[in-house]
């Protein structure tokens, strides 16, 4: 990004860079990405600024300071994770008819098991309320989860 804006303006000096010339500059370049890639070239143009400014002492504001850019280029904003709540859960578990479906949603839920992990449990795993996972998805040698009531 930075090498496609040397050739646009390598040979300007910086401070005769107007917030303009990075408009058309950025929306040249960012014509056909994403939000979040906009962002992304909108951030390193206005660092590569920040650290021209502040390296050679320069009295000059930031062509990317700029309110119309900030509002282009924000970053998008994710949606909300919805989670189930404990209730309609707990529902779940108690209308699973099958007994072995019903341990595996409990250890889920409760213990906060992957069904891989959950799938890997022996009796020798079980120590009370405590459940030893060997061989963990982590580097661990061994994990533990505790049951919740």
């Known amino acids: 990004m930075l090498s496609s804006f040397s050739k646009c303006y390598g040979e300007k000096e910086i401070d005769s860079i107007s917030t303009e010339e990075v408009i ?3 929306n040249d370049l960012t014509t056909e990405n994403g939000q979040s890639t906009k962002y992304l070239r ?3 143009l206005k660092a590569f600024f920040n650290f021209c400014i502040n390296s050679f002492s ?5 062509p990317c300071n700029n309110s119309i850019l900030r509002k282009i280029y924000r970053m ?3 949606p909300r994770k919805r989670y189930i709540d404990k209730e309609t859960i707990d529902e779940m578990i108690f209308r ?3 007994a072995r479906n019903r341990l595996i949603l409990e250890l889920q839920a409760r213990g906060g098991l992957r069904i891989g992990e959950v799938l890997k449990l022996t009796l020798k795993c079980v120590d009370g309320r405590k459940l030893i996972l060997e061989k963990p998805k982590r580097d661990r040698e061994y994990e533990g ?3 919740q009531s």
């Open 24 to 26: 058309t500059f950025l």
């Open 42 to 44: 909108y951030s390193h």
């Open 58 to 62: 320069l009295k000059v504001k930031n």
């Open 76 to 78: 998008s904003k994710l």
């Open 96 to 98: 699973t008819e099958n």
């Open 145 to 147: 989860a505790f049951m």
